[in-house]
């Protein structure tokens, strides 16, 4: 089946740092990629939409220069996140998809701490 | 805007048993239903995609049904054991990406 690797899956880094998480389609073209936040006992939120070469759509309330993404190419999308606070700690997760198809397949996450 | 809700939100039962897990969304205009399962800190595992034309997808001692017109999914594991512990996440797909439930949280005590 598809494969989606998402690196580091455990991250700590100070306040006001930056972090680039990377998530890299192993086995098929991934022309869209999308970015998802979740926070303890809730449900997984979409931040963005990323196709290959374009630049990535921002949900409502992502600050898109906080959240820098990347897809630069089709088999790789990053996620950086800038200046980060504590309230950025969260898990951070990617999935892809290729052109017309209608299943996305998941990378295992980042754990963010910010302290 | 699509919403998808899980209940019950844990679910705590005797290995062996069968049962149920509920899923419902507000906006019936759907491409797919997903279900998935999420260990602690891990991804997301994909069990089991149901298109808006099937009524159920089976995989194993999984069994999901999707009812579109009313709202609702289900699934169904057949004979829990311990290693069906995790979070089982519910998401659906329309004109937007995946829009995901807050799950429900599985403990099968052996």
């Known amino acids: 089946g598809a494969v989606v690797s998402q690196h580091p899956s455990r991250v700590i880094c100070k306040s006001g740092t930056s972090v680039k998480i990377e998530c890299r389609s192993l086995?098929?073209?991934?022309?869209?990629m999308f970015w998802y936040r979740q926070f303890p006992k809730q449900s997984l939120m979409l931040m963005a939409t990323s196709n290959e070469g374009s630049k990535a759509t921002y949900e409502q309330g992502v600050e898109k220069d906080k959240f820098l993404i990347n897809h630069a190419s089709l088999t790789l999308s990053t996620l950086t996140v800038t200046s980060a606070h504590p309230e950025d700690s969260s898990f951070y997760i990617c999935?892809?998809?290729?052109?017309?198809?209608?299943?996305?397949?998941f990378g295992q996450g980042t754990r963010l701490t910010v302290v | 805007k699509q919403e998808v809700t899980q209940i019950p939100a844990a679910l705590s039962v005797p290995e062996g048993e069968n049962l149920v897990l509920n899923c419902s969304f507000t906006d019936s205009a759907i491409y797919n239903l997903q279900w998935f399962r999420q260990d602690p800190g891990k991804g997301l595992t994909s069990l089991l995609l149901i298109q808006s034309s099937q009524r159920e997808q089976t995989s194993g001692r999984l069994n999901a049904s999707l009812d579109k017109s009313s709202g609702r999914s289900t699934l169904y594991i057949a004979a829990s054991q311990p290693g069906d512990s995790a979070t089982y996440l519910c998401a659906v797909r329309g004109n937007t990406p995946l829009v995901f439930g807050k799950g429900t949280r599985l403990s099968v005590i052996a």
């Open positions: 086995d098929f073209q991934a022309t869209t």
């Open positions: 999935s892809a998809k290729q052109g017309g198809g209608t299943e996305a397949f």
